[in-house]
T-cell receptor, first 115, second 112 residues
């Protein structure tokens, strides 16, 4: 399967700081990447669709000013959690799919803990 | 509104037997369905998928069945192995948007 990486794998930060998470497709180009969030013992919830070269589209209830998404190239999307608070602590996962295919491949996830 | 549902939170199966995981969906616009396997603190791993134009897709020990009229899909694993123990998520998408909607997951335990 395709390889998608995320960095960092774990991050602990103080409340009020901003955290950037990178998602890279290593062996293919992805015009669209997706960002998900998973709280303990819950399903993966889609946060936003990251579109290369244009603005991200956010799901209902997700604050676009809090979760900044940049998709500057066909292999990299970044999610920045701004002014993080303890309730933002979660497991953030990105996914990407090859052009003209429906299967998405997921990164290993980033565990964010906000103190 | 839970568009994709996995009503069984857990399933326990003996090694060598068949594991059947079920998934129901409500949105008739979904045209592509996937199963993922997930371990704690890791990203989901793609297992198998099926397009809405098919009713069955097989890959080794994994078979996915789709019943469009019932809006139901299932994943069969046979024979089950202890290494199959994990959380299994079904997901559905519409090819126009590409967005995946996930079910709640089913924890499979395969006992030796």
């Amino acid at each position: 399967g395709a390889v998608v990486s995320q960095h960092p794998s774990r991050v602990i930060c103080k409340s009020g700081t901003s955290v950037k998470i990178e998602c890279r497709s290593l062996d293919f180009q992805a015009t669209t990447m997706f960002w998900y969030r998973q709280f303990p013992k819950q399903s993966l919830m889609l946060m936003a669709t990251s579109n290369e070269g244009s603005k991200a589209t956010y799901e209902q209830g997700v604050e676009k000013d809090k979760f900044l998404i940049n998709h500057a190239s066909l292999t990299l999307s970044t999610l920045t959690v701004t002014s993080a608070h303890p309730e933002d602590s979660s497991f953030y996962i990105c996914s990407a799919g090859r052009l003209y295919t429906d299967t998405q491949y997921f990164g290993p996830g980033t565990r964010l803990t906000v103190l | 509104d839970q568009q994709v549902k996995q009503n069984s939170p857990s399933l326990s199966v003996q090694e060598g037997r068949i594991s059947i995981l079920n998934c129901d969906y409500t949105n008739s616009m979904f045209d592509y369905f996937l199963w993922y396997k997930k371990y704690p603190a890791e990203g989901p791993t793609f297992l198998i998928s099926i397009s809405s134009i098919k009713d069955k897709n097989e890959d080794g020990r994994f078979t996915v069945f789709l019943n469009k009229s019932a809006k139901h899909l299932s994943l069969h694993i046979v024979p089950s192995q202890p290494g199959d123990s994990a959380v299994y998520f079904c997901a559905a998408s519409n090819s126009n948007t590409g967005k995946l909607i996930f079910g709640q997951g089913t924890t499979l335990q395969v006992k030796p």
